[in-house]
């Protein structure tokens, strides 16, 4: 009777380890749904597509505006959490000793140390091992192996191999948190690339601006340099003029204007008429230059009005010319001095000067030669 107890008792220990264990490599390998007594059944029952009735319908008018979402209030953004919820429970294999039981959930203090071994293997800066891209501002899941991979890419490698085991180390049953050092490194390269284009902005700036102050030491680009310099020069200095002709022009005119007034001020002061006496004294001066020429045509002077002969010896008669006497005592033919001033039009009477002394004067016909005649 001992015997055939104890025999039953070993057969018992037997079938209850069978069962653990075939509980617990069912649940390992999350294959619940399948019916253990029959084998050849192993496809689960197909259910139906019934369509469920309606209830406590109500009509929802669209208004277009943005519906306020009454769910949790996203705090920092940041902020690093655990994915994995509450263990679960101990299989029988693991309550009887034959596997070891899951480990429990790691404190912040070890979370800290795992990561700070990523942080030296350097798995945040680096690609994620599962599609070979960078981290950029997608979100990462450190496991408590130390291995670092995008948080969606992760989930896809779980649903296609229906394991919770690490891609790289194989780990079973890790434990997962959210990271967000990948996208802090990226924030950081980022900035390091736009401050980098400013300060070469900047730098490129201020070089340009030192080319144009000071001349380079190579004479070829020194000359070149102030070439460029005389030419912005004379740029600045054209479009400073003023190019409107019709206000040139009306300036011209008002100077001319007041040249002139200013000129018939000095007549109305300085040209009054010469009388008898002082053209006397004038004749008395030309007399004493003795001069018997015109220095206009050159030819020799002759007084009267009927006409003298050309001195004997010239072969030819001479019509007789006027002579006129000037306020400065020079003497010509009146008809040589009229073709003069009209010759001249910058002058206008009474502002003729003399061809020789170059001063305005006043003039008198003489009826007779300085050196036949006497004043008039």
């Known amino acids: 009777m001992l015997k055939n107890k104890g025999h039953s008792t070993k057969q018992d220990n037997l079938a209850v380890t069978a069962v653990a264990l075939q509980d617990h490599i069912l649940h390992d390998l999350q294959l619940r749904n399948l019916p253990i007594a029959d084998h050849s059944k192993t496809k689960a029952p197909k259910r139906k597509n019934r369509p469920t009735p309606l209830r406590n319908t109500e009509a929802v008018t669209d208004t277009g505006l943005k519906r306020t979402t009454h769910g949790p209030t996203v705090g920092d953004p940041e902020k690093e959490y655990v994915l994995d919820p509450e263990p679960p429970p ?3 294999a693991q309550r009887l000793g034959l596997f070891e039981p899951p480990p429990l959930p790691l404190s912040s203090d070890e979370w800290e140390k795992v990561k700070q071994r990523s942080l030296q293997q350097g798995d945040s800066a680096q690609p994620c091992p599962i599609c070979k891209e960078e981290s950029e501002l997608r979100s990462q899941v450190l496991l ?66 030192l080319r144009r102050a000071v001349p380079p030491a190579e004479a070829k680009l020194r000359g070149k340099f102030f070439e460029e310099k005389f030419s912005e020069i004379s740029h600045r200095m054209l479009c400073s003029y003023n190019t409107d002709i019709e206000e040139l022009f009306a300036e011209i005119d008002h100077c001319l204007a007041t040249n002139r007034r200013i000129l018939q001020q000095l007549e109305e002061k300085c040209g009054h008429e010469l009388t008898e006496e002082e053209w006397g004294k004038i004749q008395s001066q030309a007399l004493l230059r003795e001069t018997h020429e015109c220095s206009i045509c050159l030819t020799p002077l002759s007084g009267g009005s009927d006409g003298q002969r050309a001195p004997s010896g010239s072969g030819f008669s001479q019509p007789s ?6 306020s400065c005592s020079h003497t010509f033919h009146h008809m040589c001095l009229l073709a ?19 001063s305005r004067y006043q003039k008198k016909i003489l ?10």
């Open 321 to 326: 010319r006027k002579t006129v006497l000037l």
């Open 367 to 376: 009826e007779n030669h300085l050196g036949t005649g006497s004043l008039p």
């Open 90 to 92: 101990l299989t029988l």
């Open 340 to 358: 003069l001033e009209e010759f001249s039009p910058g002058d206008s009477s009474p502002f003729h000067t003399c061809p020789l002394c170059r």
């Open 144 to 209: 408590s192996c130390s291995h670092v991979f995008h948080r969606a890419c992760l989930q896809a490698f779980e649903k296609f191999t229906d394991k919770k085991t690490c891609p790289l180390c194989r780990k079973y049953q890790y434990q997962t948190r959210v990271i967000h050092d990948g996208a802090r490194l990226f924030k950081m390269k980022c900035a390091t690339r736009v401050q980098a284009c400013w300060r070469g902005h900047v730098v490129r700036k201020w070089y340009r601006d």
